[in-house]
């Protein structure tokens, strides 16, 4: 306990000296930083302009980099968080102008800083004589539309569709501002041709169009490892309304490949980080965006956590090392990771599960090593917001007593896949609670889920100002009394994953992977759950129990499927490893189900109208 203790207080020493407490900053040197571009001034709208700095400095110790962009004159932006990378790909502008590329130096030990400025210019695609021009990107299945600016007051968007495609699909709109007009074009089946046309809006109704032209997508390199997929059973016609399935892929030949599939298995997008980080994705954003946690790292500083558009670029960054030297000047422990949830609430804030580990307390669970969690909340610009500890938060300690130890005993050590770095020079700690999802809820608070405690909570966020106590918890031996068909044993989910609430509610959907109740009823299967919640009465009814027809041991997510209308139209549950060979997204129907079957493990999976129209509720 003596040596874990002096270990985290060493590390609680370095993240102080990180942000520059260590000695006056007048005592140091200011570092010496230049900044250079990838390509000369001016490029055309879209280009990707990898920046480099280089920095020096008369003083020892590591030096870190951050990087801001914005139009000249304007605000600048962060687009990536201090890291120990001096280069970074930015942002492309989507629009013609001026812009400016901020570095800023930190010396880590010194806490003194140094600046350095670039401008760009971006010149327009579009011109008289080429009203309606495409530019490929690096990937070859998202093409850049460009046409001339459209009228003030209207809006434009992009509708796209193949020669075997009834209905377009469209990309999100943008108001017309003077200048012109570029979108992503994504979601297409590789080697086709497509059909591009620019439709201008006025008050929500069509009244015009631009030319249209025609652009063939290029094969997927055989670079890219993708999953063999199988179709078990085709997607009943019902299914239309939401014909994509994105995929967090994991374990695969090349691992770590994010993918989506229509619903027959052909793949329509991927995504590889720039800088061939592993990781996985965690949750599609509206509008055409995605967040990304890069792999534990024994260094903080280089697990990324990224949030990146359908073609594949950085709009924004941050990392491990990053957040806990904010939360160490917040008088909370350093992470060792982020892992499982990283998402963009409804009130425009920022949402991770963060893992730390420490004794906690003489006897507390024997004294050994326990892995705990910390909800962390940024604001848009990844600076900390609101902090939730799972074992200092109000109440706690009678609501969430770490003598209770995970149900079925889990233990990580260092390197086991699924958890998170020990501080030193712990190898092995009880893998206490686990939490693998957290959501912003209709009413403000957070639901968590706590995989290894086989329970839900309820956090008092209010959207920042609540107290972060545990309002309640659900689960077998919580504070529900579950309502179920009378033949059913064990009706409560265990060791679930991907806790969903209906934005409208009552409804919460749940992927219950059933290890719990799977261990004591060798033979039964995993299974997707809806819940009818009443959290007057403190009922949870299960509505559906859906058998997934396989023991998936982890992994898994869970989600309402709601069409255009807002109405409900099926389940979507993914069973994300079986045997960590292979997944199936299962997605039910009233008049049937698709069973897609792929020959990777999955982190998650969802189903989508189109790349840029995921249901995410209130997130």
Avoid at 30 to 44: A, D, F, I, K, M
């Amino acid at each position: 306990m003596n040596n874990t203790i002096n270990t985290r207080k060493c590390l609680m020493l370095i993240m102080a000296l990180a942000v520059g407490v260590a000695a006056p900053l007048s005592s140091f040197a200011t570092p010496v930083v230049t900044l250079s571009g990838s390509l000369p001034s001016p490029q055309p709208v879209g280009a990707v302009v990898t920046w480099t700095a280089t920095a020096t400095d008369t003083d020892p110790g590591t030096i870190m980099y951050a990087f801001n962009v914005g139009p000249q004159g304007g605000t600048l932006a962060l687009v990536r968080d201090f890291s120990p990378t001096n280069s970074f790909p930015s942002y492309p502008a989507l629009q013609e102008g001026t812009y400016q590329v901020q570095v800023t130096a930190r010396n880590n030990s010194t806490g003194k800083t140094g600046t350095a400025i670039q401008t760009i210019v971006a010149e327009a695609i579009a011109s008289p004589t080429n009203p309606v021009a495409l530019s490929n990107t690096a990937n070859p299945l998202v093409v850049l539309f460009s046409s001339l600016p459209c009228a003030s007051g209207e809006s434009m968007l992009v509708a796209f569709k193949n020669a075997s495609q009834t209905t377009s699909q469209l990309t999100p709109s943008k108001p017309c501002n003077g200048k012109s007009m570029n979108f992503y074009v994504a979601g297409m089946l590789a080697s086709t041709k497509y059909t591009l046309t620019g439709v201008f809006l006025l008050a929500g109704k069509v009244v015009g169009y631009t030319p249209s032209v025609v652009y063939t997508t290029g094969a997927i390199p055989s670079t890219v490892a993708l999953p063999a997929t199988t179709i078990i059973s085709p997607a009943p016609t019902v299914a239309a309304s939401e014909p994509l399935l994105l995929h967090s892929y994991l374990f695969g030949a090349r691992p770590y490949v994010q993918a989506t599939t229509d619903l027959s298995g052909n793949f329509v997008w991927y995504y590889e980080p720039y800088d061939g980080e592993g990781g996985y994705l965690t949750r599609a954003q509206i509008g055409g965006y995605f967040w990304f946690i890069g792999n534990p790292n024994p260094n903080p500083y280089l697990q990324p956590l990224r949030e990146f558009d359908v073609a594949g670029n950085t709009v924004l960054e941050t990392n491990t090392g990053r957040i806990s030297e904010q939360l160490v000047a917040a008088g909370q422990p350093p992470l060792t990771d982020v892992d499982h949830e990283l998402r963009t609430m409804g009130d425009g804030n920022i949402l991770m599960i963060g893992s730390t580990d420490s004794t906690l307390g003489t006897g507390i669970q024997g004294g050994a090593d326990i892995i705990y969690n910390l909800l962390v909340v940024l604001n848009p610009s990844m600076q900390l917001q609101w902090i939730w500890n799972s074992v200092t938060c109000g109440n706690c300690a009678t609501q969430l007593p770490p003598s209770r130890a995970a149900i079925l005993g889990e233990t990580c050590s260092n390197g086991q896949g699924g958890c998170p770095p020990l501080t030193p020079p712990n190898t092995i700690a009880n893998d206490w609670l686990h939490g693998n999802s957290a959501e912003l809820a209709p009413d403000g608070s957070i639901l968590m889920s706590l995989r290894h405690q086989d329970w839900l909570l309820k956090i008092d966020y209010n959207y920042g100002a609540g107290t972060g106590n545990i309002l309640w918890r659900m689960g077998l031996g919580g504070d529900f009394t579950v309502i179920a068909d009378a033949g059913d044993t064990y009706p409560w989910f265990s060791h679930q994953h991907d806790a969903e609430w209906d934005y409208r509610g009552p409804y919460l959907s749940v992927f219950d992977n059933g290890n719990t109740r799977i261990a004591a009823n060798p033979g039964e299967f995993s299974r997707g759950q809806l819940l009818d919640i009443d959290q007057t009465a403190m009922t949870a009814r299960i509505v559906d129990n859906l058998n997934i027809g396989q023991n998936c041991a982890a992994l898994g997510s869970a989600q309402m499927l709601v069409n255009q209308n807002g109405a409900v139209t099926g389940l979507h549950y993914e069973c994300g490893t079986i045997n960590f060979t292979s997944s199936q997204s299962q997605s039910f129907y009233p008049t049937g189900v698709l069973n897609m079957s792929s020959a990777s493990a999955a982190y998650r999976s969802a189903q989508m109208h189109d790349m840029y129209s995921p249901y995410v509720g209130l997130n």
